[in-house]
């Protein structure tokens, strides 16, 4: 369903909710607590529900009581740890308010954050649906919006951002919700100028290493550990020159450590097959004494990084085979 179509029909497929905070890249999911929520929910809704998130409990102050985003998800059901990144899913499970919660997923596949300056407060945005005593509730099991309290998304500062086990949002601008959710013009690659998307197609898995002093780089000491970058790409050298360009000329510069190219392999059929080699890939490096520098960003020694990209190679060419 269009994101606009889910916003216009009635009523609207649109849904409120409460996180923690706003990390799609790592929690790809609307996570529930019990099997009757997440049937309710799905009952009452429809694939391509958007869900506007407000922050809530351990968020950042200046995102409680504030919407901060908004999910578009399936009616595709799991665990929450298929659909979160190895890294977030061990946080979640060691976080005296998260273990054990939230672990009955509903995947997403589109998100869009809230620009900071202008998220408005919960009880202006959704006057109609929320109040402090329904707030529970809300976060536990998810509302509908009105048709006026769906259409104030239109409104909003949208950027597009990137959910875990999708295909990687490349560059995304800041607009109003009426022009950030239109659909694109068709064609292989969006057209739509607030976000650009790798169309589907064969894709390589990556690792770039950041070249430079690791230790003044993170103001600590990183004895024999380097900050890599893990993904999946079309253009393994084209993503690591878009990195380069993004920092200031110095001391520092992004380099291709390993790809399918580097190794003289193909590219791997479609995204799905090497999303599952990123993801392996990010669970054997802290596995393996990796440390998490958000996103899919980490420090590694040497030997965690070729477990990582063995492992990785190994289980994108699994799922290329099914």
Known sequence: ???????RRDPPNVWLTSFYGFDPGSWG???????????GFLKRSEPGVLVVIYGTGTAAPDELGKVIGVLQCTHRVNNAKAFMSPVAW??????SESAGKWDLGVKAIRAWQVAP?????????????????????IGSQGMPLTAAEARKILHLDLQEVPVFGEIPVIEAAFGKGADVLSPSKPGPVSQNPFMVREAEGPKS??????DGNTSAYLGRDAGMQNIIKVGVSKTPIGRCDDHNRAMPRGAFSWRVLRSNEHIGAEPFPNSRAAIEGETEMKRVLIAHGGQSLSGEFFLADDHAIEMAWDSGISKATEWAKL
């Open 1 to 7: 369903m269009d994101p606009l179509d889910a916003i």
């Open 29 to 39: 999911y609307l996570g529930f607590s019990t099997p009757g929520q997440r049937t």
């Open 90 to 95: 061990i946080a979640k499970e060691r976080a």
């Open 117 to 137: 300056e202008s998220r408005p407060p919960i009880a202006d945005f959704a006057n109609e649906t929320y109040t402090p005593g329904r707030g529970q509730a």
């Open 205 to 210: 898995l990556y690792i770039l290493v950041l």
